[in-house]
């Protein structure tokens, strides 16, 4: 089992160092680097901004004291592993040397701020973290991928800098390593799998994967992952922050054991690609939607009138518009949901246009909040002749916000909403329900075993649901459907996973 105590020691082996003469600001080393600034402090190093004065470049320059422990060892692994690199977010090396006190390493330098400066403590959107992951990944491929394959082995957020471009840059390969050998067991906390802390280990490609994996979680919440592997799998599947999607790939990026991890970072990178791709199809149908009811409606009062006048079918047609621009990953940003809901408190909507917002910004506060006691207040404005649903959203989220005083009346209304929504025609609505009523099961069943369980059973009832609708051709909308099962196989990974890490809990507690 790992040891946090045991892994902190190891960390340490790397990080202590002894009182080295760095050198100061002004001097020039080897007669020819003139050091202009320190970019950053290490443990074992520091990163300055110097001067080349023979070609007048601005250049990085590590400068590693000889006393601290491994310090050739590292040096020596940094400059082999960068001097066979040639990649565009991986800085060239240009020169490297000796003197009694210190190792020096120039290379590129790269303007720009650490990752883990820009998400610490905030973390960055879905869109961003993965245009981000996607730039690593490639890069990780390409390391992997050399005549002689290299491993990164300290990927985390503060070893990437977001440069003027835009882009991430891998910096401080100090321990890189060949694929196939053996190596000092050292990394860092949180983010380093458990095996790269087992002197002699033998590592592969799914130690990168696994780093990978929470790099990009401490991206997205900006914390940093829980030293022991089984919490933090625990907390990335249990985030508010990350969706559906995101908890899937990461479930299998992080897992504790090296055999469940994806093999290689091409099926990384190949799901990243995937979950970036629903996003854009999802915000484009929903752009479509909302302008082609702003349009309908306008037409609506226009020639019926209904009591309406046209200066409030120009306010329908300009929330249509003024929403659209604030669609973010498939739904509303918080500015486009303010502004649906002045405009619904403002009442100056006609009844269909507003119910639709209604019915939008209830959902929001539902799935995307989960401010359930908002998502009520909203369902229960919607006109049941329009959202025949309404009533059992309403009792949806009252179960969510009150499951602490009668857990036995929740399992009860659950299978009754269950039992009900199962018979329903294919829909899109329908399977939102039963996801929900999934979560349910979990909530509250005491035993996180059984609620896993029934919350499988849910899900796997919902998937075989929507493949008989695909065979009989009863859900008329092909991409809706596609993506309805994708989000469903997604959920049944995840909790999936998550039974495998309870049930192996047990099974140590019981030995």
Not at 201 to 219: H, N, P, Q, V
Request: aromatic content about 8%.
């Amino acid at each position: 089992m790992f040891c946090v105590k045991t892994a902190r020691r190891a960390h340490g082996y790397h990080r202590r160092m002894n009182e080295e003469k760095m050198p100061d600001i002004g001097q020039t080393v080897n007669d020819r680097y003139e050091i202009v600034n320190l970019i950053a402090r290490g443990g074992t190093s520091c990163v300055y901004l110097v001067l080349d004065r023979h070609i007048g470049r601005m250049l990085a320059m590590k400068v590693i004291g000889r006393l601290s422990v491994g310090s050739f060892y590292f040096a020596t692994s940094e400059i082999e592993a960068l001097r066979r690199v040639r990649y565009p977010l991986i800085p060239v090396i240009w020169d490297a040397f000796y003197d009694s006190d210190n190792i020096y390493i120039v290379s590129d330098y790269v303007k720009g701020d650490s990752l883990g400066k820009l998400c610490r403590g905030k973390g960055l959107p879905r869109a961003q973290s993965l245009s981000i992951a996607q730039h690593i990944c490639s890069a990780l491929i390409y390391l992997h991928q050399l005549k002689h394959p290299m491993l990164y082995l300290d990927l985390k957020p503060d070893n990437i800098i977001i440069g003027e471009d835009g882009l991430p840059h891998l910096i401080d390969f100090g321990i890189a390593s060949c694929l196939a050998g053996h190596h000092i067991p050292v990394g860092t906390i949180g983010y380093s799998p458990p095996e790269q802390y087992e002197a002699g280990a033998k590592l592969d490609a799914r130690a990168d994967i696994y780093a990978f994996g929470m790099t990009y979680y401490a991206i997205r919440s900006g914390v940093v992952p829980d030293p022991n592997p089984e919490k933090a799998l625990g907390d990335i599947l249990h985030s508010r922050i990350l969706g559906s999607s995101e908890k899937s790939f990461l479930a299998r990026c992080c897992c504790p054991s090296r055999e469940d991890r994806y093999t290689e970072a091409n099926e990384v990178l190949k799901q990243i690609r995937h979950i970036r791709s629903i996003p854009q199809k999802i915000k484009k149908s929903i752009e479509i939607t909302i302008i082609t009811a702003g349009i309908l409606v306008s037409a609506y009062y226009i020639t019926e009138k209904l009591g309406k006048t046209a200066k409030e079918s120009a306010a329908a047609r300009e929330l249509a518009a003024d929403t659209a621009v604030y669609m973010r990953d498939g739904g509303y940003s918080p500015e486009g949901i303010s502004l649906i809901r002045t405009a619904i408190a403002g009442g100056s909507l006609p009844e269909d246009c507003e119910q639709y917002y209604i019915f939008e910004v209830a959902m929001n506060a539902m799935f995307v909040e989960h401010d359930y006691r908002t998502a009520s207040r909203y369902f229960s404005m919607l006109d049941e002749r329009m959202y025949p649903d309404a009533s059992d959203y309403v009792r949806l989220c009252g179960m969510q916000s009150g499951f602490d005083y009668d857990r036995e009346e929740a399992a009860v209304i659950t299978g009754e909403l269950f039992a009900s929504t199962i018979r329903r025609r294919p829909s899109a609505q329908k399977y939102e329900i039963l996801i929900f009523v999934a979560e349910c099961c979990e909530n509250y069943e005491e035993d996180e075993a059984e609620g896993l369980a029934k919350s499988i059973a849910v899900i796997e009832a919902a998937k075989q649901d929507i493949e008989d609708a695909k065979a009989k051709e009863t859900m008329s909308d092909d991409e809706e459907c596609e993506r309805m099962c994708s989000r469903l196989e997604e959920l049944l990974e995840v909790k999936k996973t998550r039974m495998r890490a309870v049930s192996k809990k047990r099974l140590e507690r019981r030995l």
